[in-house]
Structures are given as C-alpha cells and as structure tokens.
C-alpha cells in the first residue's frame, strides 16, 4: 500500500490528468514563458486548493451570463463529463501560465478555432456567439476574481494591491490573446467592470441545471470524497452574495469560520502531499 503522502498526490494528479495519464507538456523555464519570469499568476495558479475553490465560484459566476451558458448547454458534453471539462479548463490554466510561450500560444489558438464554431441562440431568440470579445471578457474577469479571492482568503489576507493589479493584468494578457477587449487590468476596475455587467446576469432552469451537476461531483467511493465536498462548499462561500442570491444558494452564515477553516487545513494537507520531501 501506498504512503498516505504518495496516495493523496496520486489522487489529487489524477483529477487534472489527461485520458492518457501523461503529461501535455513539460514546464517551461520562466524566462521563456508567456507572462515571463516574475509573474503573480506562476504562484497563484500554482495552488491546488485555492485553484479548484476559486475555479468552482469563477463557474458558478459565469453560468449567470445566458451567452457564456448557452454556450456549454448546446455544444458541451458536460452532462456526461463535466469532470472532462474541468481538467480541459485546468490544463488550459497550466500551459499559459507554466508551458513555454509557443506552447501557450497554441493552447490559445486552439481555444479560439474552438470558439468560431460556438454561436446559435438563447432561449429569447437573440443571437450568441464564443468568441463575442465582451463574452470573452466577462470569462477572464470572472476568473481572475475567482482565483484572487480563494488565494487571498486562503493563503494571502495581506496581499499588496499592486501585486493584485499585476494578476489581473497578467490574466488580462491571456484574455486578449483569445480575443478579449476592454478587459480591466486593475482590481478596482474589475470590480466596477462587473457591477456594470450586473443587470444581464440572470437565473433560469438551464442555470440551475448546469449549478445542481456541477456541486454533485463528488465520487463518494474516493478517499479525496470529504476533500470535495469542503471545495465545493468553500466555492459556494466564496461567491459575492450578489451571485449567492441569484443562485438562490444559502450563505456560509455561523459556519463560515468552521467552514474556512477546514478548507484553510485541507489546503496545508494538500500543499504537504504535493510537495517534494526533502
């Protein structure tokens, strides 16, 4: 049998692993990365817990815009395997932040030849499409926020706010590169970016479809089950309680602190189980 160290790894590399169990590239040095040597995005992407708890919100967020829905209800799969798109969306994160600058950009180009086949029409008639640069936007934002959040609730309460600004810049960056425009590159301007973007969210029975598969992704038979459903709760927690209320989802309330907490030392638990012993 294993040791628990090397059995957690194993568990928590299989759930971004592609079908193949192989690697889809190798770490490139800094210098020859997409966002270069010094980049925020290299430390915080590189954070398990606070990646999948902020990834979790960033879907929860983006399910509210009825273009970036409609998107995933007529072409994905995600009934099937939504565990699929996850590590497709995981993997994307990874090479633009960690693979070579050719590399990224590929991964890149290849999003966006996905994207031009992505059009139809919501459910009112009026038309949507992929890779519309404002949807685009509104995807990266989401994302960025998300991310930020769970690294700074979790790992960094005290970070800079040049150092945030530096984040959604970089993440900017990457927003642009798949046809973004007029994406916020400060923290403020997010903020402001998304309370303007408010009044064309909305809920509907597709939204809470996509919302009730998405928090039911726990294989109970996995020892990582408990580690889950605590991610899947703190991304729940760590909505605005704007989207919160959309979602018609309970707040956290009493057990915000028990529940922060154990997301907080799953984290380090996890942290230990990825790293390399000495």
């Not at 399910?63 to 995600?78: E, I, K, Q, T, Y």
Request: with cysteine; proline share 7%; charged share 25%.
């Amino acid at each position: 049998m294993k040791p628990l160290r090397a059995r957690i790894a194993s568990e928590v590399r299989g759930m971004f692993a592609n079908p193949s169990g192989r690697p889809s590239f190798e770490p490139a040095a800094p210098a020859d990365r997409l966002l270069g040597p010094d980049s925020v995005c290299a430390s915080i992407h590189a954070d398990v817990t606070t990646m999948m708890i902020g990834g979790i919100s960033a879907l929860l967020l983006q399910m509210l815009h009825p273009a970036a829905l409609a998107g995933v209800w007529d072409f994905s799969n995600f009934r099937q395997d939504m565990g699929g798109r996850l590590r497709r969306t995981a993997a994307f994160i990874a090479v633009t932040t960690y693979g070579s600058a050719a590399e990224a950009e590929s991964a890149i180009a290849r999003v966006r030849r996905i994207h031009s086949h992505v059009e139809g029409h919501l459910p009112d008639g009026a038309p949507y499409r992929a890779n519309d640069p404002q949807l685009l936007a509104f995807v990266g934002v989401t994302e960025a926020v998300s991310f930020l959040n769970a690294w700074i609730r979790y790992r960094d309460p005290l970070m800079l706010t040049r150092d945030q600004d530096r984040y959604f810049a970089e993440m900017a960056e990457v927003s642009r590169r798949l046809g973004a425009e007029d994406v916020p590159e400060t923290r403020r301007a997010a903020e402001a970016w998304l309370h303007a973007i408010r009044p064309r969210l909305k809920v509907d029975d597709r939204t809470r479809e996509v919302a009730s598969l998405l928090l039911s992704q726990v294989d109970r038979a996995s020892p990582m089950a408990p580690a889950h459903r605590l991610m899947l709760e703190a991304g729940v927690d760590l909505l605005p309680g704007w989207a919160r209320r959309m979602h018609r989802m309970p707040g956290a309330g009493l057990r915000a602190p028990l529940l922060r907490a154990g997301a907080g030392g799953m984290g380090a638990v996890l942290r230990w189980a990825m790293a390399k012993p000495a």
